[in-house]
Nanobody, 122 residues
């Protein structure tokens, strides 16, 4: 069955770094674009970053550009999000998703993981 599993979340101090991973199984990972979204309590799911099927095209929200780096390893069916210079406003549940092509809209993603909590303290 299709499964996306996020890992790497946790509690970190402001200014710190964290790397999230998304391990995919049960479908053709290399045939899909991938994206990271986040959602804080009471807020809509927000686009963070996306990456093309090959990994050569990357896209970032203005709030994360320059601090976050998205990457993928198709041989390992895994996508990563390296987060640096973390801020309290980065606190949210982070989700990985699969789409036909990259998109900033949650509705375009047809597979989702369960999410991993990232908490950044002041």
């Amino acid at each position: 069955q299709v499964q996306l599993v996020e890992s790497g979340g946790g509690l970190v101090k402001a200014g710190g770094s964290l790397r999230l991973s998304c391990l995919a199984s049960g479908y053709g990972f290399s045939y899909t674009a991938m994206g990271w979204f986040r959602q804080a309590p009471g807020k809509d799911r927000e686009f963070v970053a996306a990456i093309s099927k090959t990994g050569y095209g990357t896209y970032y929200a203005d709030s994360t550009k320059g601090r976050f780096t998205i990457s993928r390893d198709n041989a390992k069916n895994t996508m990563y999000l390296e987060m640096n210079s973390l801020k309290p406003e980065d606190t949210a549940v982070y989700y990985c998703g699969s789409a036909e092509v990259y998109s900033t809209q949650p509705r375009d993603y047809f597979y989702w993981g369960q999410g991993t909590q990232v908490t950044v303290s002041s």
